[in-house]
């Protein structure tokens, strides 16, 4: 699974269409977000640092919502996006998740133990289950 990591709002208009999760390393405005949506419309998640995220306005949180967008807090740890655009979730971590799901994890746990064992915040790994579940069922 791939990231798109996004540094500035310049970069906003020229994202590929099809891009699904994108972290915003910066902190966005409303017009930031609306461009954003309306830039990649196939859009299923928008990430952003802690600090960022507690300054979302309820308005865009209820945007996002309609538009079913999830909104996730997390951080890109140690990407560097001028050797690469994207941050890959590892395929250990997927593989990981997947061996906790079929022993019966639940989602929260496996979140919680995944958390502390890679680099992705709790959200990002119960987004990725929340995907993972139509191929896990």
């Known amino acids: 699974m791939k990231i798109r990591v996004v540094s500035s709002r310049e970069e906003i208009p020229t994202l590929n269409p099809n891009e699904r999760v ?37 308005s865009i949180e209820m945007f996002l919502e309609m538009q079913k967008i999830n909104l996730l807090e997390g951080d890109v740890w140690g990407h560097r996006k001028d050797i690469n655009e994207y941050y890959n979730v590892s395929q250990n971590v997927l593989e990981k998740i997947q061996e906790l799901k079929a022993d019966r994890f639940s989602n929260e746990m496996i979140a919680d133990k995944l958390s502390r064992e890679s680099k992705l915040n709790s959200d990002m790994i119960l987004y990725i289950l929340s995907k993972k579940s139509l191929e896990l069922s």
């Open 22 to 58: 994108i972290h915003l390393a910066f902190r966005p405005s409303n017009r930031d977000v609306f461009m954003l949506a309306e830039t990649c419309p196939k859009i299923e998640a928008i990430q952003l640092p802690k600090s960022y995220r507690r300054t979302v306005s309820k």
